[in-house]
């Protein structure tokens, strides 16, 4: 039998379909609901959110270009500390990716609830008190449906789906940001001093940050990662791709916020404060307020397009990430089973699709999906900087084609910042988050001592750091001040001050607890790229 040809995605491809995850929901309601929580100062928590998750992708970027291989991020954790840490990372970065599946189809049948055509009235049953609607629902679900579709049948009529939409999903904002500039900027909603600008404190900044959707609407630099197994010379192209699709991403995230801030109508927020500012559809509803009926039909058509995109771009990422999490044998084997024509894992993808109509329907509202998906992105994330230092450490020798000199001091930096992060996802969200996480445990402990008979000893022994980790940031969310939903028993900021210094104890446990030498798969990986060579 002839060997199968498999379609590589070159470098334009990969950062369209980067692009494609990147531009989704978020900029849809991202701004909006920002501007609601930190007012003109939600600019600065744009920017921190995009300094935060390019310091974890750079940690993320060495491992990738070292170890190019599909659903990848599944499983660099295991390399450094062993099979317990690598299923913990990857059941944590899966429920994310699941999750947001869910959150755009969600996001697509929230913009056509706000539709402003009287034929469209049917469609306002979908949304009530920003909550979707048992009608509501069902539009999710059949969304759903057609993202998995989409991806059901070959990697090239996804990228070919994905370059098309992600050229549009460029257009749009870029459109929306001059076309709003143009119609009626008004620079004095910024402030005339730091009161003005900052509203509500700096607090707010932070809150906003984690809240709103930025981390969410950055998370997708993975996605290029992800696909490091079918990239045209993905030693190279992993890097470029991540750091182009995250900056192009990033100026056109801060400037949607910039324009959004400006486009504001002053009336408006002499009587309500930006806390009143309250868009079901924000920039829908702002060009609606200001007559650009075109702009107001492309809003809503984009509404569809970038969900769309992203849906079908994460349904990809999360089934590789399943079936990269069946090698190391701690869930059942035909999850990983790949279809022979199109290379497809199809039954992850129909895993995936059952989660996430559970999912939907325990966390019917966008800002809630956008929340439980930055929690667990983060928890997941929190592994990069530890293994990419302690991988230095046991294999300095290994080919590293991405070794910047600034990474000694750069990870346990990343590290720190999602660590606040996490905190910033509030009482009682970051406790949920977590029990999900730990709801995967028992399936690891089931296949570990009923298949794999390991010593069960020296997994806990590299692991103890995260679980204890974990305990610590549940217990400082509930004792933390009542501005991120604790009980105020540690007072703003002093509770930022108590979390950097505990997590960097942390990090520093975690790069001592890692194995001794290399994870044998991980060898196996060198091995093969060595002999392509």
């Known amino acids: 039998m002839g060997k199968l040809k498999r379609h590589k995605i070159g470098l334009f491809s990969a950062v369209m ?13 991202g701004a909006g609901s920002a501007a609601k929580i930190a007012g003109p100062a939600a600019v600065l928590s744009w920017i921190l959110g995009a300094v935060i998750i390019i310091s974890i992708a750079l940690t993320y970027v060495e491992l990738g270009s070292m170890f190019p291989e599909s659903g990848g991020m599944s499983r660099y954790a295991q390399y450094s500390h062993g099979p317990l840490l690598g299923f913990i990372a990857a059941w944590a970065n899966w429920i ?18 706000s539709w402003p055509w009287s034929w469209a009235n049917w469609t306002k049953n979908f949304i009530k008190n920003g909550d979707i609607t048992f009608e509501g629902i069902g539009v999710v679900f059949i969304f759903m449906l057609i993202f998995t579709m989409i991806n059901f049948w070959s990697v090239k009529i996804m990228t070919h789906f994905t370059n098309l939409i992600s050229i549009f999903k460029i257009l749009l904002p870029t459109l929306t940001i001059v076309t709003l500039i143009c119609s009626g900027f008004h620079e004095h909603n910024f402030g005339t001093n730091i009161h003005e600008f900052m509203p509500y404190g700096s607090r707010s900044i932070f809150e906003a940050t984690s809240v709103s959707g930025i981390i969410m609407s950055y998370d997708a630099f993975q996605t290029i990662i992800n696909m490091g197994g079918e990239l045209k010379n993905p030693r190279k192209n992993i890097v470029r791709g991540v750091l182009i699709s995250m900056l192009i991403t990033a100026a056109i995230y801060i400037m949607l916020q910039v324009t959004f801030i400006g486009a504001v109508e002053p009336s408006m927020l002499a009587k309500v404060g930006w806390h009143g500012i309250d868009f079901t559809s924000p920039f829908a509803d702002l060009a609606i307020l200001m007559g650009i009926n075109w702009l107001v039909i492309l809003l809503y058509l984009d509404a ?7 849906g079908v771009a994460f349904v990809a990422t999360a089934s590789r990430a399943l079936a990269a999490m069946t090698h190391t044998c701690h869930l059942p084997k035909w999850l990983g089973r790949i279809n022979q024509k199109y290379m497809i894992p199809r039954y992850a993808m129909a895993t995936d699709l059952i989660l ?22 983060l928890i997941a994330y929190l592994t990069g900087p530890v293994t990419v230092m302690t991988l230095r450490k046991i294999r300095p020798d290994l080919a590293r084609p991405f070794k910047p000199r600034y990474m000694p001091w750069l990870a346990p930096i990343a590290f720190v910042l999602t660590s606040l992060a996490i905190y910033w996802s509030m009482w009682p969200t970051t406790i949920q988050v977590i029990l999900v996480i730990a709801l995967g445990l028992p399936i690891y402990f089931y296949y570990e001592i009923r298949y794999q008979h390991s010593d069960l000893k020296k ?9 204890g980790y974990l305990i610590f940031m549940s217990f400082m969310s509930y004792i933390g001040s009542n501005g991120f939903g604790g009980q105020n028993w540690i007072k703003y900021p002093f509770d930022f001050v108590v979390i950097i210094v505990v997590s960097l104890l942390f990090y520093y ?8 030498q290399l994870d044998p798969y991980a060898e196996h990986i060198v091995q093969n790229k060595n002999k392509q060579k």
Not at 97 to 112: C, D, G, I, K, S
Not at 361 to 374: C, D, E, G, H, Q
Not at 509 to 516: E, I, L, M
């Open 17 to 29: 379909l980067a692009l494609n995850s990147l531009i989704g929901s978020g900029w849809l309601f």
């Open 96 to 113: 994310s990716l699941v999750t947001l599946v869910p959150m755009e189809a969600v996001a697509a049948v929230q913009y056509m609830s």
């Open 304 to 310: 569809f397009v970038s969900p769309f995109g992203t």
């Open 356 to 377: 996430a109509v559970i999912l939907v329907s325990l966390f019917r509202n966008w800002n809630l999906l956008a929340t439980v998906i930055t929690a667990s992105t």
């Open 459 to 467: 997994q806990l022994h590299n692991c103890w750091w995260m679980i």
């Open 509 to 516: 446990w975690g790069v001592k607890s890692g194995r001794d």
